[in-house]
């Protein structure tokens, strides 16, 4: 059981907008720690998408977005493509130490 | 370029040790907190250890402590793991990962392309 929860996954067709959701706690999330996002292309390592609740990488496109309220966090993709397709990590901090959400596999109908 | 290449990953069996490697490079490496991460077969990602840019602050995931040690060797730009008595649940894809300062928590802002652990007899 992942510290922080994520749905085991969602949809959406070429254009359309989706959301993943990471919902922590009062240890975690809610007591102030940011929330960071990584993406996982099939058979590929993790890579940074979203930082410090809603910071882009240089390179990361503008239709990936995050932010944070209370003990939970949303990573929000707009312009759905094709090469979204991937699996999705929140990440943040509880008791000091680095947890991750279970992750969300996002399928592009 | 950042570059971060895992290597001395393989099959051992229960009980038994290997030692990973990460050869980091395009940056200072004696500045940056480095880490562990891993990721079971067809599983999510899990925080395995940490350890400071001078090597004096190090934690482990709970699941790994007592086993594992991370170490680092700045004049060599190398990242390590020593695992020992290794355990069936061990098994899986092992990542270097670098450590970006945030002011809410740090970060992973650079990870390896992993190398494979398999423990089984």
């Known amino acids: 059981q992942s510290v922080l929860t994520q749905p085991p996954s969602v949809s959406g067709a070429p254009g359309q907008r989706v959301t993943i959701s990471c919902t922590g706690s009062s240890s975690n999330i809610g007591a102030g720690y940011d929330v960071h996002w990584y993406q996982q292309l099939p058979g590929t390592a993790p890579k940074l998408l979203i930082y410090?609740?809603?910071n882009r990488p240089s390179g990361v496109p503008d239709r990936f977005s995050g932010s944070k309220s209370g003990t939970s966090a949303s990573l929000a993709i707009t312009g759905l493509q094709a090469e979204d397709e991937a699996d999705y990590y929140c990440q943040s901090y509880d008791s000091s130490l680095r947890v991750f959400g279970g992750g969300t596999k996002l399928t592009v109908l | 370029e950042v570059q971060l290449v895992e290597s001395g990953g393989g099959l051992v069996q229960p009980g038994g040790s290997l030692r990973l490697s990460c050869a980091a490079s395009?940056?200072?490496?004696?500045?940056?907190?480095m880490n562990w991460v891993r990721q079971a077969p067809g599983k999510g990602l899990e925080w395995v250890s940490y350890?400071?840019?001078?090597?004096?602050?190090?934690y482990y995931a709970d699941s790994v402590k007592g086993r594992f040690t991370i170490s680092r060797d700045n004049a060599k730009n190398s990242l390590y793991l020593q695992m020992n008595s290794l355990r069936a649940e061990d098994t899986a894809v092992y990542y270097c990962?670098?450590?970006?300062?945030?002011?809410?928590?740090?970060?992973?802002?650079?990870w390896g392309q992993g190398t494979l652990v398999t423990v089984s007899s």
């Open positions: 990962a670098r450590d970006s300062v945030g002011i809410g928590g740090n970060y992973f802002d650079y």
């Open positions: 395009g940056f200072t490496f004696s500045s940056y907190e």
């Open positions: 350890i400071s840019s001078s090597g004096s602050t190090i």
């Open positions: 410090g609740n809603s």
